[in-house]
């Protein structure tokens, strides 16, 4: 049914009154809201507050052409690695998940532990259709070449081998949201592959000492099964 057709069975006299009072009363658009209805409130709750970062002078808000994007199936090792836990809206509000990478270099850094070929990723364990945002956990990790033990700073997991969808992304990190969506909701029903049971993640390959951002570059991967 489109949102046309719903409009006007309600009695308003298009899309448009629909749309603004729609938004007035939820705080999202109706095209929003469908297509985060399996996802509930919490979900919604998430994008507004990726928007107030958005909402910026000289920020594009449209959403990027991913005519061109590729997404290719590959078999990902296991990595041994030390994180930092962060609990926040995904996608950066508030620079919060660079913060905490930021913190987790600085600590390694003072132990000698980061080369030129250290490797970062960020585990993203929760789904915003269940959590609510303020509660979705990212682990801020870095790839162990060492051994090293937990202290008050960090602790230590292991990310199991598994099969993955990798997207090659490079845009700020307020814009990963829209790329996981796309991931989700356009390539992965078309693709034959379902959602697997592991974590998904994003991954900075050989980042060594810069900034992680996906500014410079980001591997965005969906565990997958067949």
Same mark, same amino acid.
């Given at each position: 049914?489109?949102?046309?057709?719903?409009?006007?069975?309600?009695?308003?006299?298009?899309? !448009?009154?629909?749309?603004?009072?729609? *938004?007035?009363?939820?705080?999202?658009?109706?095209? /929003?809201?469908?297509?985060? !209805?399996?996802?509930?409130?919490?979900?919604?709750? $998430?994008?507004?507050?990726?928007?107030? $970062?958005?909402?910026?002078?000289?920020?594009?808000? =449209? +959403?990027?052409?991913?005519?061109?994007?590729?997404? *290719?199936?590959? *078999? #990902?090792?296991?990595? #041994?690695?030390?994180?930092?836990?962060?609990?926040?809206?995904?996608?950066?509000?508030?620079?919060?998940?660079?913060? /905490?990478?930021?913190?987790?270099? #600085?600590?390694? @850094?003072?132990?000698?532990?980061?080369?030129?070929?250290? =490797?970062?990723?960020?585990?993203?364990?929760?789904?915003?259709?269940?959590?609510?945002? @303020?509660?979705?956990?990212? !682990?801020?990790?870095?790839?162990?070449?060492?051994?090293?033990?937990?202290?008050?700073?960090?602790?230590?997991?292991?990310?199991?081998?598994? /099969? +993955?969808?990798?997207? !090659?992304?490079?845009?700020?990190?307020? @814009?990963?949201?829209?790329?996981?969506?796309?991931?989700?909701? /356009?390539?992965?029903?078309?693709?034959? +592959? @379902?959602?697997?049971?592991?974590?998904?993640?994003?991954?900075?390959?050989?980042?060594?000492?810069?900034?992680?951002?996906?500014?410079?570059?980001?591997?965005?991967?969906?565990?997958?099964?067949?």
């Amino acid at each position: 049914t489109s949102i046309t057709q719903i409009a006007l069975e309600c009695g308003f006299s298009g899309s !448009d009154t629909f749309s603004r009072s729609f *938004r007035a009363g939820f705080g999202s658009t109706p095209r /929003t809201f469908r297509t985060y !209805d399996r996802l509930g409130f919490d979900a919604i709750e $998430q994008n507004n507050s990726l928007s107030l $970062q958005l909402q910026r002078p000289g920020v594009d808000l =449209s +959403y990027e052409d991913v005519s061109g994007l590729h997404v *290719r199936i590959e *078999r #990902r090792p296991e990595y #041994r690695v030390v994180y930092i836990r962060h609990a926040g809206p995904y996608g950066d509000v508030g620079a919060s998940i660079s913060g /905490t990478f930021d913190t987790l270099q #600085r600590w390694a @850094k003072v132990r000698g532990l980061i080369n030129p070929e250290t =490797s970062f990723l960020g585990l993203c364990p929760d789904n915003c259709s269940v959590t609510p945002a @303020k509660h979705c956990i990212y !682990d801020a990790c870095m790839v162990l070449a060492n051994h090293v033990l937990e202290d008050e700073v960090v602790s230590i997991q292991t990310i199991p081998a598994a /099969t +993955y969808a990798v997207l !090659d992304v490079t845009c700020p990190p307020v @814009k990963l949201n829209r790329m996981w969506s796309w991931m989700s909701s /356009t390539w992965l029903p078309a693709s034959g +592959y @379902k959602f697997g049971r592991g974590q998904s993640y994003e991954f900075f390959p050989r980042f060594g000492s810069l900034p992680i951002r996906s500014n410079f570059g980001a591997q965005l991967c969906m565990h997958v099964s067949v």
